[in-house]
């Protein structure tokens, strides 16, 4: 079975650019999750989404993020304009929700970016 | 709210050392609870689980039991080796996904 899928793998771009990642969940999971790691900072939780809808953004450092989940086998993370202080290793997963409870969580390979 | 917390590391063992990692969480609720690990360049993955007080999981040679009394997770290895050498997060969850900070282990020959 294939898992969470991601894409680019690698980004390198300037900063002002604007940076598309994506992501594909593993059929039938509902919820999906974007993080983000550095080593200062650890991993952090940008979003969680719940069958397409975001359920909590709170983790989302700023207004050049954002995050749509337009159908159930597609997402994407967008930074307009990025920064230097955006490089680092994007992650994201997916998991089944069940009654409300979440299970196991699949993580995706990353996107490793660098902002120059 | 629900949380975890690990041990700080780093951690440096000798190849065939113990190894223990200690976790212990709060929660409301029954949650289930996890152990990821992390290798070099690469996402986390599952390595063990537990969903609910007194199951122990495994995989791989580590073992993790969850102890209600304790609140605790704690991940043991009795023989480590050079390939074990990563982080591990620790994690649970209800209605939402915690993890821990993160140990890392570094294990030498």
């Known amino acids: 079975d294939a898992g969470v899928i991601q894409s680019p793998r690698h980004e390198v771009t300037e900063m002002g650019q604007e940076v598309t990642l994506r992501c594909k969940p593993i059929s039938g999971h509902n919820s999906l999750f974007w993080y983000r790691q550095t080593m200062m900072r650890g991993l952090e939780l940008l979003i969680y989404f719940n069958n397409n809808v975001p359920i909590d953004d709170s983790g989302m450092p700023e207004d050049r993020f954002s995050a749509k989940m337009p159908n159930a086998s597609f997402s994407t993370l967008k930074i307009q304009p990025s920064e230097p202080r955006d490089s680092a290793v994007y992650f994201c997963?997916?998991?089944?929700?069940?009654?409300?409870?979440?299970?196991?969580?699949?993580f995706g390979p990353g996107t490793r970016l660098l902002v120059l | 709210g629900d949380s975890v917390t690990q041990m700080e590391g780093p951690v440096t063992l000798s190849e065939e050392a113990f190894l223990t990692i200690n976790c212990t969480y709060t929660a409301t609720g029954y949650p289930s609870l996890f152990w990821y690990v992390q290798y070099p360049g690469e996402g986390l993955q599952l390595l063990l689980k537990?969903?609910?007080?007194?199951d122990k999981g495994s995989n791989k040679g580590f073992e993790a039991t969850y102890r209600k009394e304790t609140t605790s997770f704690h991940l043991e290895k009795g023989s480590v080796q050079v390939s074990d050498s990563a982080v591990y997060f620790c994690?649970?969850?209800?209605?939402?996904?915690?993890f821990g900070t993160g140990t890392s282990l570094t294990v030498i020959p």
């Open positions: 537990a969903t609910k007080a007194d």
């Open positions: 994690a649970l969850t209800g209605n939402q996904f915690y």
């Open positions: 997963a997916s998991s089944a929700t069940s009654g409300g409870r979440q299970e196991t969580q699949y």
